[in-house]
């Protein structure tokens, strides 16, 4: 006869986490990557104007990039350390349950997809600011 075992949140959420702090990895290397670039292309000074705006034009997509990869960091940061405390896989919003095919696309969603939907709807209207980030 066999004991079933009741799945513990760490255990059932491992692959999770394992695809978690992989895709922390990758951020963190491509932000590295991104920078070595932007470092090694920047000329001393520039010749003209020309050379100038392109640049700075240069440096304003390299911030751009930067800032959604670091929001996306700790988005994926948040996530893990929702699988640490237990509170994985449960809507922020509405605190149900976040069905396994959304955490599949998307392993660092805070929210099920209605209240996501919900959250994106206030946010577009100017009502929402989402202070929860930082976790």
Not at 31 to 45: C, G, I, P, W
Not at 78 to 107: F, M, N, W
Request: hydrophobic content about 30%.
């Amino acid at each position: 006869m066999s004991k079933l075992t009741k799945s513990t949140p760490k255990t059932r959420f491992d692959n999770y986490e394992k695809l978690l702090r992989k895709k922390a990895e990758e951020v963190r290397r491509s932000m590295s990557a991104q920078k070595v670039a932007q470092v090694v292309t920047r000329l001393d000074v520039p010749s003209d104007e020309g050379d100038l705006s392109q640049q700075s034009h240069e440096e304003w997509i390299f911030l751009n990039r930067n800032t959604l990869e670091i929001k996306l960091l700790r988005e994926v940061e948040a996530a893990i350390r929702r699988i640490e405390q237990g509170t994985y896989g449960v809507c922020h919003e509405c605190e149900e349950p976040i069905s396994p095919k959304r955490l599949d696309a998307l392993p660092w969603a805070k929210y099920c997809v209605k209240c996501q939907e919900e959250v994106a709807a206030r946010a577009a209207r100017g009502e929402y600011d989402d202070k929860s980030d930082d976790e």
